[in-house]
């Protein structure tokens, strides 16, 4: 698999590692709203280092009596870190189970509250991170590298865990829509966002290399900041001053495809360039077409809220918050290059 993607800012001159400890990153779940007090759903705010999401809600479910399907999270989290995340067990007409149990050096419950609404995967505003990168070496401004970032921010990728241990959930996907059968409905859907995700990478890579990945074309399909929702730059919605000047205020973001039925919501240069990418994925694309999924599009560039650091000495520190779906590690890859990580499971 091809995952030399485009960076935005050069190759990054000095490598590092990320995650020599759980210690070194630290996630902290933005739910964007509190448990309401009252209902039939429990939400559990809880602290974990080195475990595994499933494993938590699986326990959490032994615990209340319930079917693991009964226990939701808002997203994955990564094993190898410390994390705080919420996980919501569903229990209607039932008192409170004790949890208790569940409490070990690696686990704790930092809240316990009641709502009325089930949580649901992608339910969250965001997340809190503080990285730890070590043994750095090697020559480059650091402090104007990471204003840059600050300033323009980094590119969107789905970061590589996505696609499994060198590209297998890729080769699983064409696999998939070349005829095998895979019965388990979590794998199937894994593949699915897996090659979703490759081929969104491979147009926001194509575009950097181009040079265009900072400003508009004609027949961009543009995102209004802090939305989903998008429109296309054309005759209704022409490339002009005043939306070359909402561009440059962030209120309207470029973007890039998430590949599925329908036709390619962007024209003219934007989709003789996003097409370009994306040549010779048919199979990637038909298949995804295939199992149902819709043309949607995806923020093309990451601007991290509140981004600090400190160096010290061989090791840098880093905070930002990130919305929901973004990948901390598309913000490291270019700060610097890793000498080592260890596997990442969550996003």
Known sequence: MNNNWHYLHGEPTLGGRLKAAPEHFVVREDLGFAPGGEGEHIFLHIRKRGQNTQWIARDLARLAGVAQRDVTWAGLKDRYAVTEQWFGVHLPGKEMPDFSPLESDDVQILAIARHNKKLKTGALKGNWFELTLTGLEGEGDLDARLAAIRERGVPNYFGDQRFGHDGGNIEQARAMFGGKRIKDRNKRSMYLSAARSYLFNLAVSHRLAAGQGEQLLNGDCVMLAGSQSFFTLNDDNPLDDLMRARFA????????????????????????????????????????????????????????????????GDSLTLSFWLPAGSYATSLVREVIKEKESHENTGE
Request: aromatic share 4%.
């Open 249 to 312: 205020d962030g209120d309207i973001r470029l973007s890039a495809p998430l590949w599925g039925r329908g036709r390619l919501p962007s024209e003219a240069e934007a989709a003789m360039l996003e097409q370009a990418a994306l040549a010779g994925q048919q199979e990637l694309q038909q298949g995804l077409e295939a199992n149902g999924l819709k043309q949607e599009r995806r923020a093309l560039l990451l601007r991290p809220e509140q981004l600090n650091w400190q160096r010290h």
